[in-house]
Structures are given as structure tokens and as C-alpha cells.
């Protein structure tokens, strides 16, 4: 396994327009998560999956922005309609659920958006 | 690649001193923290972590230590090398499974 990958890697869209980008975290691990970062910032989180529930999700995640992982595997984040604000970059992480809340995340490379 | 933190707060530090990067936290409830390093072009990677029953932490060259009263996190670093400059960010686990990241400090290795 090589680890959280993301797909794709760069996305330029015109606003207005809806994206989607797509997560596979590393096998068997249960808990995925969703965050932006924007330049000098430090990672938001948008929302969190444990196998294929959707057990919490940010105020920042407007009703534009909609996440799935329906088989408990990859996750898509969403975005319709986009805006200029929406630029960022998108971050995926996942942990296992075995041995506790503790274990580490790991984050995948990220999803640059840039919306003209 | 992707150019992280560029207005962010920046420790300049000679190859081979320690350094000492700080972080305040906000939530008092947090029961969980930890330090994450980001290279440009990349996600963030684990360094340590620390549970809120535990005052210091140490790993291999690293040590986190935490300060409650006060909401204070600090990472030091022994005997920097060039490959430990980057972003280096703490996060805190409000006791539920959102973590919420502070805004960050460049470090930057002096040869």
C-alpha cells in the first residue's frame, strides 16, 4: 500500500461549475477525513467517516458541498456550484479505528482547486 | 508545487541547534494534541502526539511538551538538519474526532 491518494491533483474549474474529487485512504483503515487548507493556513476540517458513516461534518461544509464513502472504501467530496473562495487546497486523511481514538492520520497529497 | 504558509511566523535556526516551535491552543477540553510537519507540495506528515493526562512526550529527536494551565503546546527539535524545514503545525482534538490545527510556523535551517 503507498499510502492516501487523491485524485486529481490539480482541478481549475470557472465558477459556477461543480467538481468532484475523490479519496483512497490506505486499506482496512476505517476513519477518513476531509479537510481545506488555504495559503498560510492551517488545515480545516470539513467532515469525518468512520466506514461508511458520516459522523460529523464542519458548519464550514455549506449545503454546496456534499461527501460520500457509500461502500466504507473511497470517499468523493463534492463541491456544486462553485465559487472563487472555494479555492484551496483539499486534503484527505485516514486512520484506523482499531486500538483507539489515538492513531495517527495520515494525509494524502491533496487536491489543488483553483476556481477562475 | 503547492507553496504552504507563505505569511506564516518563521524560526530561522543554524544546522545543529535545537529548536523550540510553540503553539497555544484553544479549546480547554482537548484531550488530545499533536505536531504535524508539511513540506511544500504536501500533505501534512505525523511527528509526535501527546495525550492531555501527560506533560511531556519524546520521540527520536523530538519532544512535545504540554502546559494546561496555560493552553500551551511546544515542540523542540534536537539538532536541526536542513530536511527539518518546513511547516510545522499543532493540533488539537476538542474530544470529539474534529481536529483543529493552528495556523503554523515555518522553520528554516541554516547551513
Known amino acids: 500500500d503507498t499510502g492516501v491518494s487523491q485524485d486529481p491533483r490539480h482541478k481549475i474549474t470557472k465558477r459556477g461549475q461543480n467538481v468532484t474529487f475523490r479519496c483512497d485512504p490506505i486499506s482496512e483503515h476505517n476513519r477518513l477525513y476531509w479537510y481545506r487548507q488555504t495559503l498560510g493556513q492551517g488545515p480545516e476540517f470539513l467532515t469525518y467517516?468512520?466506514?461508511?458513516?458520516?459522523?460529523?461534518k464542519s458548519r464550514l461544509l455549506s449545503d454546496r458541498f456534499s461527501a460520500e464513502r457509500p461502500k466504507g472504501s473511497f470517499s468523493t467530496l463534492e463541491i456544486q456550484r462553485t465559487e472563487q473562495g472555494d479555492s484551496a487546497m483539499y486534503l484527505c486523511?485516514?486512520?484506523?479505528?482499531?486500538?483507539?481514538?489515538?492513531?495517527?492520520?495520515?494525509f494524502g497529497p491533496g487536491t489543488r482547486l483553483t476556481v477562475l | 508545487g503547492e507553496s504552504v504558509g507563505l505569511h506564516l511566523p518563521t524560526l530561522s535556526v543554524q544546522e545543529g541547534d535545537n529548536s523550540i516551535i510553540n503553539c497555544a491552543y484553544s479549546n480547554s477540553a482537548s484531550d488530545y494534541f499533536i505536531w504535524y510537519k508539511q513540506e511544500s507540495g504536501k500533505g501534512p506528515q505525523f511527528i509526535i502526539d501527546?495525550?492531555?493526562?501527560?506533560d511531556k512526550r519524546q520521540g527520536q529527536r523530538v519532544t512535545v511538551l504540554l502546559n494546561k494551565t496555560v493552553k500551551h503546546l511546544s515542540l523542540q527539535i534536537a539538532a536541526t538538519q536542513p530536511g527539518d524545514s518546513a511547516v510545522y503545525f499543532c493540533a488539537e482534538r476538542p474530544g470529539t474526532y474534529k481536529y483543529i490545527f493552528g495556523t503554523g510556523t515555518r522553520l528554516k535551517v541554516l547551513a
Open positions: 501527546i495525550r492531555s493526562n501527560m
Open positions: 486523511a485516514s486512520s484506523s479505528v482499531a486500538g483507539g481514538p489515538d492513531n495517527e492520520q495520515f
Open positions: 467517516f468512520q466506514n461508511e458513516a458520516q459522523l460529523e
